[in-house]
């Protein structure tokens, strides 16, 4: 059963020009969410999170957004440079901060910036 | 600052072979630290949490073992590998107590061959 799901595999953006990267969730109790960016061969590295009390959180050229009706958030990168090149990965957890950060992560997008 | 570190970075083993990856964090006390892998095509899977020393728990079943014989300290062990094994796996680390964001160490190679 996958809980958090990227459905998008690739998306390809041309540099300059904005970047959405989409998940979606079904379980209800999830109420915290991250995305992490992974190069190859390397450990994924934090972008940026959002708690669900909040529907909209923005750090420098990253924004993420969450809409708890539609069990939906994106992450939006603007203007998408080539070092973004990489795999992003949507993950959630529950019970605030509980859970002791156990993540429940979608597949990943593969982002393609060209220049 | 804090860093994660794990070792080896690559590995090759036959099939029934042990496995041992290690990984340490510094710059920070009673971290929560955990295991995931990648298998190829999928997402990060939760292998492995503890909240303490010796406090180990497993989120899925499987054919591998975790220990935590230090603070900072968090072992990944098999007595015999499968070829479904095989993957990339990381250690991670969060604030104890709480802390929903983890920080990824540098990954492990493992190929059961």
């Known amino acids: 059963d996958q809980q958090v799901k990227q459905n998008s595999p690739s998306l390809s953006v041309q540099e300059g020009r904005i970047s959405i990267l989409n998940c979606d969730y079904t379980?209800?109790?999830?109420?915290?969410f991250l995305w992490y960016k992974k190069y190859p061969a390397e450990g994924p590295t934090f972008l940026i999170s959002?708690?669900?009390?909040?529907d909209k959180n923005e750090d420098g050229r990253f924004t993420v957004f969450l809409n708890k009706s539609a069990k939906h958030l994106s992450l939006h990168i603007v203007p998408s440079q080539p070092g973004d090149s990489a795999v992003y990965f949507c993950?959630?957890?529950?019970?605030?901060?509980?859970?002791?950060?156990?993540?429940?992560f979608g597949q990943g997008t593969i982002l393609t910036v060209h220049p | 600052s804090q860093t994660i570190h794990q070792w080896p970075a690559t590995l090759v083993q036959p099939v029934g072979s042990p496995l041992s990856l290690e990984c340490t964090v510094e710059?920070?006390?009673?971290?929560?630290l955990y295991w995931y892998r990648q298998a190829a095509g999928r997402g990060l899977q939760l292998l492995f949490y503890?909240?303490?020393?010796?406090?180990i728990s497993s989120e899925v079943p499987q054919n591998l073992s975790a220990s935590r014989p230090q603070d900072r300290q968090f072992i990944l062990s098999s007595k015999k590998l499968l070829l479904s094994d095989s993957g990339f796996y990381l250690c991670?680390?969060?604030?104890?107590?709480?802390?929903?964001?983890?920080?990824f160490g540098e990954g492990s190679w493992l190929t059961v061959v």
């Open positions: 959002i708690s669900s009390i909040k």
């Open positions: 991670a680390w969060s604030v104890g107590g709480s802390g929903n964001t983890i920080y």
């Open positions: 503890s909240v303490g020393i010796g406090q």
């Open positions: 993950a959630a957890s529950k019970d605030g901060g509980t859970s002791y950060g156990k993540l429940t």
């Open positions: 710059g920070t006390s009673n971290p929560n």
């Open positions: 379980n209800s109790m999830f109420d915290y």
